[in-house]
Each structure stands twice: as C-alpha cells, then as structure tokens.
C-alpha cells in the first residue's frame, strides 16, 4: 500500500495532466473537504484539546497552549507561518473560553517574531500587523514560511488582547472570563474637539503651494463680498 504522503505527492505532481472537468471535480472536493476539516473537525477537536490540556502530556511537554501550537512536530502544532496561525485563529472560539489560550499563542508568536526579526535585521515596522497582510517587502522571508505577524502592531482584538493583558491584568481577568468585552475594558480616548478657525488653520498647513494660493484667492473674493 502507498504512503498517504506519497498518493498526496502523486496528486500535486499530476494536476497540471488533469483536463478542464478533472480540475473542476479536484477543486470541488478540495473546498468541501477545507470546509468540513477547517470549519467542523478541527474547531472540535481544538475545544478537547483544551479542555483535557493535551500540550502536558506530550513527550515534550509545554507549559501552555500557545507554546504548543508553535512547537515543532511531532510533539506541537507545528504552526510556523501566518498561513497555519490563521488557520487556528478561525477554528478558536476566543470571544470567550478560549480567549485566555489564544492569548497564550499571541504572546509566543509575539516573541517568536521579535527573535525572528532581530536574527534577518528585519526592521519591526516591516511586519506584518495583520494575518492575511500580503506584501512584497518580505518576499525572500515569506520563501521560508515563517511567521511575520506580530499582534502588537495590529489595532484588532489581537493587539487589544495583548494590551489589556500586559497593562490591566484584572479587566483582562473579566474578559477572557466573559464578563466584559474588551471595548468596555479598553480606556476610551476622547478626540479634542477644535474650533473651526483652528480646523482651518489645521487644514490649510496642510495644503501644497498652489491649494493654499487657490484657498487664498477664493478668501480675497468673499471678504470683498463682506465688504
């Protein structure tokens, strides 16, 4: 009997031979089969996962779900690009119980990242703020299928999450525990309101030469209006 990797090996290589209605076929199997494992098994098994806490009884073991996600095969997940990590992030029911385990995979993607970035002299700017951000700045990186996303420089619920959790430990308590949403446990920033000849002064800085001679001209002609 073939090896599965082998027969998914032998698929891949022998796309290319399949003519129009084959393709067509592969890719309805291919959706159905995504959707039943992604958004049916896998969000199950995840929940027993949790609930039994797998990752202590691994032959290596970890010290949380997050460490284990990113852990290496055969023991961990094996997550190690944002692709896999978008993956567990879909499948997570981390509004509530599984908030505080997402959390966890957060702060060691979050570190994980931060070593990465330091080791290729990536600069922190150039990562990624969001999971499916496509770019071409990190192009030779992305060749090598590691995790580019740091939550901290998402403005999501990731970002928020790891905010509250490093800054407001109890109303982070309250939110992984369902008590609050993170909305009402974020401080709420209130915007100055500005008077409007200051919204103008504001503005007109703002405009290049020929906007502000334009802005200008137009003045001259109402104030002789009001004249």
Known sequence: MQSAEYQIDKMSEDISLLDD??????????????????FQELPQIISQIIERDVWKKRTHTYENFG??????????????????????????????????HWADVLEEVEN??????????IP???????????????????????LT???SRSKSFDGQLLKLKAKDPESYDNVIQGKMKIKEALPQTTRKKLHPIESVKNKFSSLSKSDREAFLAWLEQEMEHLA
């Not at 095969?73 to 690009?81: E, H, K, Q, V």
């Not at 994980?112 to 002299?121: G, P």
């Not at 150039?126 to 030779?140: I, K, V, Y």
Request: net charge negative.
């Open 112 to 121: 994980s990242v931060r070593m990465f970035a330091k080791e290729k002299k």
């Open 149 to 151: 996303y740091l939550p």
């Open 21 to 38: 209605e084959q393709l067509h076929a592969r890719a309805c199997y291919c959706i159905n089969q995504s959707y039943r494992m992604i």
């Open 67 to 100: 460490e284990y996600v990113l852990g290496a095969l055969p023991d961990g997940l094996g997550i190690a690009n944002n692709d896999l990590l978008w993956v567990i992030k879909t499948v997570m029911n981390k509004s509530n119980q599984h908030a505080a």
């Open 124 to 146: 922190v700017r150039a990562l990624h703020r969001d999971l499916l951000e496509q770019d071409t700045d990190l192009q030779d990186v992305a060749q090598e299928h590691a």
